[in-house]
């Protein structure tokens, strides 16, 4: 018997371990990522997906790299560790410069704060990080908005799950999550939020196909009865 199971899944999810040497993994939903694009990048952020380039440098299996190939013509994915998507490289090892017209990422928690100074520098027109709302919290955040005052700040109404090291599609959570955005020359506006019933609205039925492979369940494997003899 086999199931399907996040890339990178062992055959019981609960004992996935993340490799020793990779950063904090934690897929995005691709619905969540939708519904980014939907409600907050393409009519709030007015990227134009046919002519500007995207840039996700914590693009992990891709979870949110390919999501946003969806609706945008040019975007480019990389991570430090190797993955299997993606080039592999240190995004806060890069040269100064611009890179992409935007970057958008759900960045490693603890380096978040150094991914929105890289950002914000490579970037042409904006970026953007989904984090923990706790995230905006602390000394080292409020002095990151002093500087850099964030354009705007989109909140998840429903939860949006993310487990370490794997995409649960049937997961759940009690963490809240937001994207911070900013928008070069741009004044700061209001919060918003995105809507409720984006999770069923915009979960795809391949998805699980695109993101999941086979694995072998051992525990159910039934074993033949032996021939008399």
């Known amino acids: 018997m086999t199931a399907m199971l996040p890339f990178g899944a062992r055959a019981l999810m609960s004992s996935r371990q993340e490799p020793a040497d990779s950063l904090d993994f934690f897929p995005t939903p691709p619905w969540a990522t939708r519904a980014f694009v939907r409600h907050v ?56 410069g611009v890179q ?38 602390t000394i080292e955040r409020y002095e990151l908005f002093c500087q850099h005052p964030p354009f705007m700040i989109a909140y998840y109404v429903e ?16 963490t809240d999550y937001c994207w911070v955005c900013w928008v070069r020359g741009a004044e700061p506006r209001p919060s918003m939020w995105i809507p409720p019933g984006q999770r069923e609205l915009l979960s795809h039925p391949d998805d699980i196909r695109r993101w ?5 369940l051992p525990l159910f494997e039934i074993e033949a009865e032996p021939e008399d003899c």
């Open 212 to 216: 999941c492979k086979p694995a072998a």
């Open 41 to 96: 990048a393409l009519p709030v952020l007015g990227v134009l997906g046919d002519c500007e380039t995207v840039w996700d440098p914590a693009c992990g299996e891709g979870h949110m790299a390919e999501p946003l190939r969806e609706s945008f013509a040019s975007v480019s994915a990389s991570d430090i560790h190797p993955y299997g998507y993606g080039d592999v490289e240190d995004f806060l090892a890069q040269d100064a």
């Open 159 to 174: 939860r949006v799950p993310m487990h370490r090291g794997r995409w649960e599609p049937d997961g759940s959570t009690a």
């Open 100 to 137: 992409a017209d935007w970057i958008f990422t759900n960045p490693p928690f603890n380096l978040a704060v150094a991914f929105v100074y890289q950002a914000l520098a490579q970037a042409a027109r904006g970026a953007a990080v989904l984090v923990r709302t706790g995230w905006l919290h």
